[in-house]
């Protein structure tokens, strides 16, 4: 089984709002992903979590807060999001991510359409 | 920093055609490179990873090769059915320790 869920689909909220994104695996991969793609755009990478410790941040602004609670579960948490927010927000993941090469392939889930009013 | 370039942009094919994407990298130093299609408002799907060691990867009516020297890559799709329809997308992996996606080649198979 090669998938990589994520929860919910579609998500509108206001700019005050605290909200979660969930992901999930059970593929047995040790790295989980967090990426942000505009319309037209390719993905850009903004959290890395290898055997559950952040291992890259890619000087995403505060107001995302990754977790990674176990080795099968990637949360990101929202807080005062801003309307330029709003994109598709990927989930993916590997065998491994050790140190800092990528050598396996990357699976993605569907995504979460985020909305912010 | 790596750059990654795909053409073209935007491709319209009739249903059977044989066709051809390209993909360019500036820094030939990559660990592996890996083909995704993205149909519209969905996640990628992978479709084939070539490491720096190898030439090619087949699966299917998918074809992709590697030159790693000259940093290029192309993704050949024999028979193109509708169903090839989608944004296919290039990255590649190397010392910046992350993918680096090019901009797309969006394909569009007509009946």
């Known amino acids: 089984d090669t998938e990589v869920t994520q929860t919910p689909k579609h998500l509108v909220m206001g700019m005050t709002n605290k909200k979660s994104l969930k992901c999930e695996q059970h593929m047995g991969h040790r790295a989980m992903y967090w990426y942000k793609q505009k319309a037209k755009k390719p993905p850009e990478l903004m959290f890395v979590?290898?055997?559950?410790?952040?291992?890259i941040n890619e000087s995403v602004p505060s107001r995302f807060s990754p977790e990674c609670p176990n080795s099968s579960l990637l949360n990101l948490h929202l807080h005062a999001l801003q309307p330029e927010d709003s994109a598709l927000y990927l989930c993916?993941?590997?065998?491994?991510?050790?140190?800092?090469?990528?050598?396996?392939?990357?699976?993605f889930g569907p995504g979460t359409r985020l909305t912010v009013l | 920093k790596q750059e990654v370039t795909q053409i073209p942009a935007a491709l319209s094919v009739p249903e059977g055609e044989n066709l051809v994407l390209n993909c360019s990298f500036t820094?030939?130093?990559?660990?592996?490179l890996q083909w995704f299609r993205q149909d519209p408002g969905k996640g990628l799907t992978s479709l084939l990873l070539?490491?720096?060691?190898?030439r090619e990867q087949t699966s299917g009516r998918l074809n992709a090769s590697l030159d790693k020297s000259s940093g290029r890559s192309t993704l050949y799709i024999a028979a193109s059915q509708p169903g090839d329809s989608a944004t296919y997308l290039c990255a590649v992996s190397g010392t910046a320790s992350k993918l680096t996606f090019g901009t797309g080649t969006r394909l569009q198979v007509t009946l």
């Open positions: 979590y290898s055997y559950e410790k952040l291992s």
């Open positions: 070539i490491q720096s060691s190898q």
């Open positions: 993916a993941s590997s065998q491994g991510w050790t140190s800092g090469k990528l050598t396996d392939t990357q699976y």
């Open positions: 820094d030939s130093a990559i660990y592996n």
